[in-house]
T-cell receptor, first 112, second 111 residues
Framework: GQQLNQSPQSMFIQEGEDVSMNCTSS?????WLWYKQDPGEGPVLLIA?????ELTSNGRLTAQFGITRKDSFLNISASIPSDVGIYFC????????????FGKGTKLSVKP | ETGVTQSPTHLIKTRGQQVTLRCSSQ?????VSWYQQALGQGPQFIFQ???????GRGNFPPRFSGLQFPNYSSELNVNALELDDSALYLC??????????FGSGTRLTVV
């Protein structure tokens, strides 16, 4: 099925570091969503973006809706151990059809 | 406010069998979507229900079917199970197709 290109696939973080991840698509989206998924749980919505160029923050998280409507990024500032998990971007063309298209995820782990 | 609840949490089925998964939507949500998440992948959209009608479908064969009830709860039915159907099945609810809330999923293993 169709998926977004999400990078990096995985990364190691040290407490206090800033983290960046992004998603790109060949299709235009009207909505970009960022989710976090912990083991054994469903995705939890972190940030929703509805307008090209929109920059939205949720605590230490900041996400932007690219002006081309084909990309989005998520930044996490001053990471803490509970940030570990898998982060997914999701794009939506038309809300009435319910079709969220997900990236493959970025796995955040703690540096050994 | 209750969230999205799914049942069962885990089950094991034999190839060729049929399975029914259940989802109770979050209070106030009228739209339910189902997703399949294979190991190491992002969720894949199966279909969405609004006012008891299917109003969007992903690239899944007809043996994947569903229902939505007047109280907005929903079922996902899969017939003639195949080994590749082994996955985490996620239900998500929303009001009008915006800001979906996901349940914890049902882990289906087909042997």
């Amino acid at each position: 099925g169709q998926q977004l290109n999400q990078s990096p696939q995985s990364m190691f973080i040290q407490e206090g570091e800033d983290v960046s991840m992004n998603c790109t698509s060949s299709s235009i989206f009207n909505t970009w969503l960022w989710y976090k998924q912990d083991p054994g749980e469903g995705p939890v919505l972190l940030i929703a973006l509805y307008k090209a160029g929109e920059l939205t923050s949720n605590g230490r998280l900041t996400a932007q809706f690219g002006i081309t409507r084909k990309d989005s990024f998520l930044n996490i500032s001053a990471s803490i151990p509970s940030d570990v998990g898998i982060y997914f971007c999701a794009g939506q063309i038309d809300g009435s059809q319910g079709n969220l298209i997900f990236g493959k995820g970025t796995k955040l782990s703690v540096k050994p | 406010e209750t969230g999205v609840t799914q049942s069962p949490t885990h089950l094991i089925k034999t190839r060729g069998q049929q399975v029914t998964l259940r989802c109770s939507s979050q209070s106030g949500h009228n739209t339910v979507s189902w997703y399949q998440q294979a190991l190491g992948q992002g969720p894949q959209f199966i279909f969405q229900y609004y006012r008891e009608e299917e109003n969007g479908r992903g690239n899944f064969p007809p043996r994947f079917s569903g229902l939505q009830f007047p109280n907005y709860s929903s079922e996902l039915n899969v017939n003639a199970l195949e080994l590749d159907d082994s996955a985490l099945y996620l239900c998500a609810s929303s009001w009008g197709g915006v800001s979906y809330t996901f349940g914890s999923g049902t882990r289906l293993t087909v042997v």
